[in-house]
C-alpha cells in the first residue's frame, strides 16, 4: 500500500512563475490536508479538502495561492506569481477519517519550493 | 484556544543515554496528542498518539510518552538513545473536529553525541 505521494520533490520556480504542487494521497484515503513548513519551524496548516470541495482553507494566504482536489486525480497546491518569501517545503497529509481529532495524519516526504 | 510548546529547540544528548523532550499544551476540551518525527528531507512519520485511553503510551522505535493532566504535558522520552534517533520531533494537539485546529509544536531537534 503505498504511502502519500508528492511531487515533484524538488521544485525551482522564478519569481512571477507559477508553481504546481501535486499530492496522491493513500489508498482509501479521501481527505487531503496541506501544510508549509517555513525553514527553522513547525509546520503551518493551509488547507483541508476532500474530493471536489474545500473544507477549511483558514489558513491559505488570500491571494496568489488555491488548492483543489477533483474527484479523478492528485491534489493540487498552486501558486501564482511566486514571490522569495514562497520558498519552504509543501507537505500533504491524508487521513480516511476527515476532522476526527483521533485520526492520524499520513504525511508524504513533501515538495522543496525554491523561488529564484 | 488550544497551544503546543515544545519548551527546547534543540536537544543534544550521547548515545546510550535517555532523551527527553518536552511538551506542554493548552486545550478547553480534551485533547488527542501525537508525536511525529522527521528525518531530514523526510515527511512526518506517526511516533506515538493520545486518545484519553492509557496515560502513559508506547510508540514505535522504542519512544514512549506519558500525558499529565494536572501538568498539561506530554513529554517524550526514551531509555536508550540511538544514533538513528536523530531527527526533528513535533508534538502535536487535536482537539475539535476541525482540520485548522490540529496544531504542531515549532519542532526539537535531536542531536545523538556518539
Known amino acids: 500500500n503505498a504511502g502519500v505521494m508528492q511531487n515533484p520533490r524538488h521544485l525551482v520556480r522564478r519569481r512571477g512563475q507559477e508553481a504546481r504542487l501535486r499530492c496522491s494521497p493513500m489508498?482509501?484515503?479521501?481527505?487531503v490536508y496541506w501544510y508549509r513548513q517555513l525553514p527553522e519551524e513547525g509546520l503551518k496548516f493551509m488547507v483541508y479538502l476532500q474530493k471536489e470541495n474545500i473544507i477549511d482553507e483558514s489558513g491559505m494566504p488570500k491571494e496568489r495561492f488555491s488548492a483543489e482536489f477533483p474527484k479523478e486525480g492528485p491534489s493540487i497546491l498552486r501558486i501564482q506569481q511566486v514571490v522569495r518569501g514562497d520558498s519552504a517545503a509543501y507537505f500533504c497529509a491524508s487521513s480516511p477519517l476527515g476532522g476526527d481529532p483521533d485520526s492520524p495524519l499520513h504525511f508524504g516526504n513533501g515538495t522543496r519550493l525554491t523561488v529564484t | 484556544a488550544q497551544s503546543v510548546t515544545q519548551l527546547d529547540s534543540h536537544v543534544s544528548v550521547s548515545e546510550g543515554t535517555p532523551v527527553l523532550l518536552r511538551c506542554n499544551y493548552s486545550s478547553s476540551y480534551s485533547p488527542s496528542l501525537f508525536w511525529y518525527v522527521q528525518h531530514p528531507n523526510k515527511g512526518l512519520q506517526l511516533l506515538l498518539k493520545y486518545t484519553s485511553a492509557a496515560t502513559l503510551v508506547k510508540g514505535i522505535n522504542g519512544f514512549e510518552a506519558e500525558f499529565k493532566k494536572s501538568e498539561t504535558s506530554f513529554h517524550l522520552t526514551k531509555p536508550s538513545a540511538h544514533m538513528s534517533d536523530a531527527a526533528e520531533y513535533f508534538c502535536v494537539v487535536s482537539e475539535v473536529s476541525s482540520a485548522s485546529k490540529i496544531i504542531f509544536g515549532s519542532g526539537t531537534r535531536l542531536s545523538i553525541r556518539p
Open positions: 489508498k482509501g484515503h479521501s481527505h
